[in-house]
């Protein structure tokens, strides 16, 4: 019976076309060097051989003790090649071959068409193109290539240095007061940051102190009759006074280190919603739509009117170098005064812009370019526009979604950031001069009612009809400039030599 198996399955195996070899390990690595294959055959595939080359068997088995010599076929064979075709452009290959046996002859409109039609669709010139390509460093892309698929090995890579990284703007404020019964009025301006690091608060019928670099609190003023308001608060540029437009018609200034009432000027006929200082000129807009500038040295006080509004007048703003007054009314008119009088005696603008439809409120200075103005229209308008005063001519209008409250121009950046009401309720900081949105600043519940900013141009503070003021710090400085910037304004000397009487 076992013999019988074994003739079975001799005859088996003589009927195949494989050799039958049992060679040692050893034995095939060497023949591998001297006949070049690299190594055993994979398994399930059949090694290589010439057809006509007879089966030699080995005249004695081997691994028996007894054997010296050992007989092994005279050629290993050699393994059987697959190409790998990562490398090679076989489409290109059958285009270029197919392209060999067209008869037709092309014109050179028709080549120079074919080669601008390759190089859009596959980035090289097909006539130069390689089917067969050597593995090894790859070839350099045309000059202006671009890769839309973003090739790593075919892209220059940015050096570190020379990457650009965007500085980080905080999305949560940097600190929330509270602002209990603030009043929740588009036209007023109920904040204002001075140069010495206070921020004034009017709050219904008082105005309210917090020190920023010590937290403290300190209640300035309160207006006795209960149905009178605070309806607009403006530091002077040193920081030393407060003016204080109430809704009696009232413009009082106040010396905050002696916490004291200095005067009490009554020249309008309706509330005070807004006010700006230049030098010792004090300018007052009122319900009225009437504009009177007080000179707070002399007592006769009312040293002229600006009559250029016929509704009133919410945004009010001198310019950094005192040249022109911007004043924004709810008749959405925008006027530029200038600082002196004409020949006849009486102001009149130099400039009035009609372009938007809504009230303006929000009026801004850039502070490196002494001519550009900024402004934001309400509800109906929503647009922010930028303007040179000198020329007349709107540099830039974008469409803001939503009411503009406020503007304010970073002194740190070439940016600047509004305020806005419906629907958002939010901050929005804006690149200069191409106007793109960098980020929203979100978190108030109610519109925003004004927007002021911190001596060193870091932090933003909003007031909102939430009751909350949270400040934003929004601009933060490099440490380096931070010192740079900071040599150079103490080297500035006060302009206001004159005390007020």
Known sequence: MAQFMFETDLHGLL????????????????????????????????????????IKTPSKTPGKSGSKIQSTPTKAGGDRFIPTRSTMQMEMANFLLTKENDPAEKSPTKKEQQKAWAMNLNGFDIDE???????????????????????????????GSSRKKGRYIPSMPDRILDAPEIRNDYYLNLIDWSSQNFLAV?????????????????????????????????????GNYLAVGTSNAEVQVWDIQQQKRLRNMTSHSSRVGSLSWNSYILSSGARSGHIHHHDVRVAEHHVATLAGHTQEVCGLKWSLDGRYLASGGNDNLV?????????????APVQTFTQHHGAVK??????????????????????????????????????????????????????????HGFAQNQLVIWKYPTMAKVTELRGHTARVLNLTMSPDGATVASAAADETLRLWRCFEMDPIKKKEKEKANSAKSSIIHQSIR
């Open 129 to 159: 193109a390689k089917v067969l390509r050597l593995s090894g460093m790859p070839q350099n892309a045309p000059e202006g290539y671009q890769n839309n698929l973003r090739v790593l090995y075919s892209q220059k890579t940015t050096p």
């Open 202 to 238: 009017a709050l219904d019928n008082s105005v309210y102190l917090w020190n920023h670099a010590s937290g403290a609190i300190i209640q300035l003023l309160q207006i006795e009759h209960p149905d009178d308001y605070v309806s607009s608060v403006s530091w002077i540029k040193e």
């Open 335 to 347: 006027n530029v005064w200038p600082c002196a009088q004409g020949d006849s005696g009486d102001f």
């Open 362 to 419: 929000a009026v801004s200075w850039c502070p490196w370019q002494s001519n550009i103005l900024a402004t934001g229209g309400g509800t109906s308008d929503r647009q922010i526009r930028i303007w040179n005063v000198s020329s007349g001519a709107c540099l830039n209008a974008i469409d803001a979604h939503s009411q503009v409250c406020s503007i304010l121009w970073s002194t740190n950046y070439k940016e600047l950031i509004s305020g």
């Open 15 to 54: 009927k195949m076309d494989t050799p039958v070899r049992n060679v040692p390990p050893a034995r095939w690595q060497h023949k591998a060097k001297d006949g070049g294959a690299l190594g055993p055959s994979p398994a399930g595939v059949t090694p290589m051989r010439p057809a006509n080359r007879p």
